[in-house]
Nanobody
């Protein structure tokens, strides 16, 4: 079993920054690439960012490119999402995701999910 636990969400104002963290535990050898998704009220869950198992490759949704940065610390089994210049439209529940593959493929869904952390950006 793999557990993914997110933290770092909160209420901020437009233009502020937040850093989300996701710690993997359990059978962590099964988790390779990792990513972040988000789901706003009344909308479908959408891809935000992903990072390969080594950290050498990163992937971003167009809506967050240049503002969000994904990184990981494999020694701590942790992936981060640094979010800068936040906008009200970034308001959503953010979910950590784990992949069995070492790289992110948009056609392959994550194998593991966290429980989510709320990010609210006020205008």
């Amino acid at each position: 079993q793999v557990q993914l636990v997110e933290s770092g969400g909160g209420l901020v104002q437009a233009g502020d920054s937040l850093r989300l963290s996701c710690v993997a535990s359990g059978r962590t050898s099964s988790v390779n690439a990792m990513g972040w998704f988000r789901q706003a009220p009344g909308k479908e869950r959408e891809f935000v960012a992903a990072i390969s198992s080594s950290g050498s490759s990163t992937y971003y949704a167009e809506s967050v490119k240049g503002r969000f940065t994904i990184s990981r610390d494999n020694a701590k089994n942790t992936v981060y999402l640094q979010m800068n210049s936040l906008k009200p439209e970034d308001t959503a529940v953010y979910y950590c995701a784990g992949y069995r593959s070492g790289f992110y493929y948009s056609a392959s869904p994550p194998a593991y999910w966290g429980q989510g952390t709320q990010v609210t950006v006020s205008s």
